[in-house]
């Protein structure tokens, strides 16, 4: 079965530091997530993306984040100048047809750390 | 937005017994309504969802009900297993772009 794929799965930088979290969907899908999830706490939406735009993104995205589909298969999430608070794991998810249209898949995360 | 809360944060129960999962949402609009369970440093993964026009599914020891005139939707495992140990998430969506999930249900299976 596809599976959505993340890189690092492990990521420890400096606070200060601008760090890229990777990930590859599966490949027929369309409608591209992150989440993040602080540890012991729920998972939270960062931003949706289709049509190599940027479709919802919440009150966490805030100017320190960007998304980027640099090519047909990776989805990258950077995060410029990373904060002690910006330590989580960082799922990526992928849609077929997009939420509610087709189960949302995702990725076994990123765990950053900012030290 | 959109706010889903879920209760209890934390669930044990005795293995063979059931196990229900609450939760309600704010926006009237939300439409699709899953359940995801995550195991201990793994990735969410979905087991049942639900749709608004759908008031009851089910998928063999599982099913979810949902309430649209209440805004509330619920999990129900029946037979539990050790195996079904983890940590439960509800979320809602009304659109192909956002979905908000619930603080989290710790389920323990006590064999």
């Not at chain 1, 047909?72 to 077929?96: P, V």
Request: net charge negative.
């Amino acid at each position: 079965e596809p599976e959505v794929t993340q890189t690092p799965s492990h990521q420890v930088t400096q606070m200060g530091q601008e760090v890229i979290l990777r990930c590859v969907p599966i490949s027929n899908h369309l409608y591209f997530y992150w989440y993040r999830q602080i540890l012991g706490q729920k998972v939270e939406f960062l931003v949706s993306f289709y049509n190599n735009e940027i479709s919802e993104k919440s009150e966490i995205f805030d100017d320190q984040f960007s998304v980027e589909r640099p090519d047909g298969s990776n989805f990258t999430l950077k995060i410029r100048s990373t904060k002690l608070e910006d330590s989580a794991m960082y799922f990526c998810a992928s849609s077929e047809q997009g939420i509610g249209n087709s189960p949302l898949h995702f990725g076994n995360g990123t765990r950053l750390t900012v030290t | 937005g959109e706010n889903v809360e879920q209760h209890p944060s934390t669930l044990s129960v005795q293995e063979g017994d059931s196990a229900v999962i609450k939760c309600t949402y704010s926006d009237s609009a939300s439409n699709y309504f899953p359940w995801y369970k995550q195991e201990l440093g793994k990735r969410p993964q979905l087991i049942i969802d639900i749709r608004s026009n759908v008031g009851e599914k089910k998928d063999q020891r599982i099913a979810v009900t949902l309430n649209k005139t209440a805004k509330h939707f619920s999990l129900h495992i029946t037979e539990t297993q050790p195996e079904d140990s983890a940590v439960y998430f509800c979320a809602a969506s009304k659109n192909n772009n956002d979905m908000r999930f619930g603080a989290g249900t710790r389920l323990t299976v006590k064999p």
